[in-house]
């Protein structure tokens, strides 16, 4: 791959292959013998779903119990949300052949790539698994700790004594600096200014885009040009960073997951220019706004209770990593970043008691998850205690999902938020400003107001 040519054809076959109109259709579904459900028109429930989520899951489990279904469009394809915790180890621990996660995430199909861990499944997802691991792996994990202390150490040196600022900003300013330093290895400052603001269009493409790339048409106006052209240029980059990062004399000594992925595997069975392009973009968009998003919510409920603020301050001077950990459990726990867990189904499965055929779409809401109170006593508060010396019971708190299909860059995203938060209340005390609540941004949920806050040197 040598000219930029190559990289725009390589770019608009995935634009094409990947959208909703260019991926495998499934049969349709019987929905005899589904969960009940609303009969709201398809379009009001997928809306509702999508922008409305926080009130739409307790509603239906309060209207319909632990299971209910909803249809979404296009075509009125049924989604089967579990509630229970022994129903969501029985989808986890499914045969990988059957519950497929790849087809459930296929929205993301243009962006990511069809490489994409997300993405694949069955034998594919195993092999893309395997050369993954060692990057995320305990060793490779405390490689990466001292260049992310060093990247939060200098984002809270740019803060001021009395300032008041929305800490998502700030938090998504920190996750994307290490994103591209520790995970896509750019030290090169020009190359990083380049690659800063494409990034951020991809991370904030929306659900709507993404949904018209079924029309070919679409993408020569618009937004949808403008996300093709955006996509264009961020592979241009991202090639070019690749491509210049094999031929690199210190390599095998480099510690950045880019150049771990690359030595990833045997002569035989190593990821490809595409496939690392696909699985850098992806570690992107499910690393970066989601620890950002957490970190911010775990400042401003830290920053809401003074007597848990003096114990974390105590905890970063005497490096009681377990209590920050907890806090930012805590914070993926009260506030979850991402909805449900979800997988469809390739052959007639039985869950939770129901017998469901192929094509149907099952999972846990993460939600109500964290929200039943025999999951987890007065659900409402923020207690970090949960976390401290003990774990809530198995399957009650799954933010990463689980199964062999779990989230490889769970240790990367624990590891991150600690030293951030370290980092933070070494130097600064935080109180919250305002009352704040979570909204639906694209596919994740933010602080509606940023959970502001407000810092005071130490």
Known sequence: MSTLDDVSRLTSERLRRMSPGGQQKLPPVDLTGLPPGPRWPVLVQTSALLRFRHWFHPYLMRTYGDAFTIRLAPGGRPLVIFTRPEVAKEIFAGDP?????????????????????????????????????????????????????EVAAAEVATWRSGEEFRSLDRMNRLTLEVILRVVFGVTDQRRLAELRPRVNKTVNVSPAILLGWAYPKLLKVGPWKA???????????????????????????RTDVLSRLILAGEDGDRLDDTELRDQLVTLLLAG???????????????????ELLARCRQAADEGDDELLDAVLK?????????????????????????????????????????????????????????????????????????????????????????????EVFASYDVTAVGDDEPKVRNITSVPRRGARIRVSAR
């Not at 997802?125 to 001292?146: C, V």
């Not at 970066?288 to 003074?306: I, K, M």
């Open 97 to 149: 052949e059957v519950f497929h996660a790849g087809k459930a995430n296929g929205i993301l199909g243009p962006i990511m790539g069809e490489h994409s861990l997300l993405l694949q499944d069955s034998s594919e997802h195993k092999r893309a698994r395997k050369l993954l691991m060692p990057a995320f792996n305990g060793h490779a994990l405390r490689g990466y700790q001292a260049l992310v202390t």
């Open 288 to 306: 970066h706004e989601t620890t950002a998003t957490a970190l911010a919510w775990a400042l401003y409920e830290v920053g809401r209770d003074p």
């Open 227 to 253: 996300t093709a052209d955006n996509q264009l240029e961020l592979d241009r980059l991202m090639y070019a960073e690749i491509r210049e990062r094999r031929r690199s004399p210190d390599l095998e000594e």
């Open 330 to 422: 805590e914070s993926m726990r009260l506030h979850p970043v991402i909805p449900m867990v979800v997988r469809t189904l390739m052959e007639p499965a039985t869950v939770g008691g129901y017998h469901l055929p192929r094509g149907t779409t099952v999972g846990p809401s993460i939600i109500l998850a964290h929200q039943r109170g025999d999951n987890h006593p007065d659900p409402g508060a923020f207690r970090p205690e949960r976390f401290l010396g003990q774990n809530p019971p198995t399957n009650t708190w799954i933010p990463f999902g689980g199964g062999v299909r779990r989230c490889i860059g769970a240790g990367f995203a624990a590891m991150e938020g600690v030293a951030v938060l370290r």
